[in-house]
């Protein structure tokens, strides 16, 4: 027997919780399905376990899309400010860690807590270890679309895809959002890792081995961006915000310009200091600057390893500058899904209103969250494109 409901969410993270409840606040009746075995995982595990669930500072331009402009109306509508507005009814604990970051002084399961609530309050059921098959639309009014769940035929006037992207496959990830999106011929940018660290294969490889655990504040520039922010040293290669922050922008083949020292005008120090402490070692120079352990193996195998800074001569000074404010590192890699904050790339916004995230050729079938093209900055700004796109949809499902 066909067992309806106004709206099927499929998918119970950040977005499909969201749009849950704001839907049955509507008077519509919900229900949530979702093959893991709990709800919101990304949730619990993200912020390093604190959850950065929204920033004071979004901003369009901190999403990366095809259309840029797609994700303005949706965060217009339901801004950061809606956000905290809703964690503050629920007596949730925040603070803002750096560059207007929101986190929550407890736990991240505070927020998945608040959206289950909220879901809870508004009568929204919640189906979990429960896959769903054979989506289907149909011609009849009011049931739109039918498919298998559970070993029931299901049917809803609004189907909302909210499975996020493949990252982190342990957690549940998958690509059924883009596969579903496809079925019904929808174009789907193919997705890539985001937000994630790089791996390197050659003498920068041994250089961060052995510099594992060591992070520096540091300027990273590729493909026009440029990223202020700390760069962490890792057995692999480099990871830290820095990092994570210009990989979106990342291609294969592409070098990083990184600037090890942005505070600093290196020639310019070395000259005056020449003068006034010759006796000093470059190492010492470099180890006040950075770490101990950085002077010594960023100078290992350079020239200048044992001089004083009496010794330098000014094209030394110019070659060492050049070194420290424009290391050239040529990513082999990422560390891909694996560890990925993020999938870039998703369902084309051009197949979707920016009003109401439906598709423009299916009638009452939406998509929300990380499997549309719109992808957040580091920051909390994809928790935001989450709040804002399911609430966007949830006053149309
Ligand atoms: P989300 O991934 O949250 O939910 C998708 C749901 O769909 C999951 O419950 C999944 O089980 C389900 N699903 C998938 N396939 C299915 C299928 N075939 N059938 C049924 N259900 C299916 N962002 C941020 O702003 N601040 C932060 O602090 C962090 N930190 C962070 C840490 C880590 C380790 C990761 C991996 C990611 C982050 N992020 C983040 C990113 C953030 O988690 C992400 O952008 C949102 O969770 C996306 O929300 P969605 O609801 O779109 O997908």
């Not at 922010?229 to 990342?250: N, V």
Request: net charge negative.
């Amino acid at each position: 027997m066909l067992q309806k409901f106004d709206v099927i969410v499929i998918g119970a993270g950040a977005a499909g919780l969201m749009c849950a409840a704001q839907a049955a606040a509507r008077g519509r009746s919900v229900l949530v399905v979702d093959h893991a075995n709990k709800a919101g995982k990304k949730i619990l595990m993200s912020g390093g376990g604190r959850c950065n669930f929204t920033n004071y500072f979004v901003a369009p331009d901190k999403y990366l899309s095809h259309n840029p402009h797609f994700c303005k109306s949706a965060l217009k509508r339901y801004t950061q400010w809606d956000f905290i507005a809703l964690v503050e009814s629920h007596g949730v604990a925040y603070h803002e860690k750096k560059d207007g970051q929101l986190f929550c002084d407890n736990k991240a399961s505070d927020i998945l807590n608040m959206l289950l609530s909220e879901c809870e309050q508004q009568s929204v059921q919640i189906w979990l270890d429960t896959a769903v098959r054979d989506i289907a639309q149909t011609a009849q009014s009011g049931c739109r679309y039918q498919m298998k769940a559970g070993g029931r035929l299901l049917g809803c006037e609004s189907l909302v895809v909210a499975t996020g992207g493949p990252s982190i496959p342990t957690l549940g990830a998958t690509g059924f959002g883009y596969e579903l999106a496809q079925q019904f011929g929808l174009k789907v940018y193919p997705p890539r890792a985001g937000l994630v660290p790089f791996t390197l294969t050659d003498h920068n490889k041994q250089l961060s081995e052995s510099l594992s655990g060591t992070a520096l504040s540091i300027e990273v520039e590729c493909a026009g961006q440029i990223f202020r922010d700390d760069m962490l040293f890792t057995h692999r290669g480099l990871s830290g915000p820095a990092m994570l922050q210009i990989s979106s922008y990342w291609q294969p083949g592409l070098s990083l310009s990184i600037n090890l020292l942005p505070e600093q005008d290196v020639a310019a120090l070395l000259r005056q200091l020449q003068h006034e402490r010759p006796k000093l070692t470059l190492k010492n120079w470099l180890a006040e600057l950075t770490t101990q352990k950085f002077a010594e193996h960023w100078l290992a195998s350079s020239v200048w390893q044992q001089s004083t800074l009496a010794q330098l001569s000014g094209a030394d000074m110019d070659a060492i500058a050049e070194g420290l404010h424009q290391w050239q590192v040529k990513p082999a890699g990422t560390e891909g899904y694996r560890t990925a904050e993020v999938a870039l790339g998703g369902v084309d916004t051009a197949e979707l209103s920016s009003k109401t995230m439906e598709a423009q050729r299916f009638p009452g079938l939406f998509f929300i969250g990380e499997v549309v093209d719109v992808t957040g900055h580091l920051g909390g700004f994809n928790f935001q494109w989450a709040w804002s796109s399911a609430v966007a949809a949830a006053e149309f499902v």
